[in-house]
């Protein structure tokens, strides 16, 4: 895990504190993974699944929040700042 400070600046957002945040969903995701659970997000809700070799993973939970995915691209802008994909 690592935080992209100048990407932080850009956005308005205190780096400890998105450093916090990281950290402890960092933490929450090895655990999940440690129990055989996928962390998955998309269309802006998450859920954790379990892959009981049937035809798609079992949903054990959805979670609270908004998360969304996408296929987890970036790039860089011309100012050097690390992107996501576009909508």
Request: aromatic content about 4%; hydrophobic content about 35%; glycine content about 20%.
């Amino acid at each position: 895990m690592f935080i992209n400070e100048d990407e932080c600046r850009a956005a308005g957002l205190d780096p400890k504190e998105v450093e916090r945040i990281a950290k402890g969903l960092s933490r929450y995701a090895k655990q999940a993974h440690k129990l055989g659970l996928t962390v998955f997000g998309g269309s802006g809700t998450g859920t954790l699944r379990a892959d009981d070799g049937g035809n798609g993973a079992l949903v054990v939970a959805v979670l609270d929040g908004h998360i969304d995915g996408g296929d987890g691209g970036t790039n860089f802008d011309s100012n050097g700042l690390e992107r996501g994909e576009t909508a």
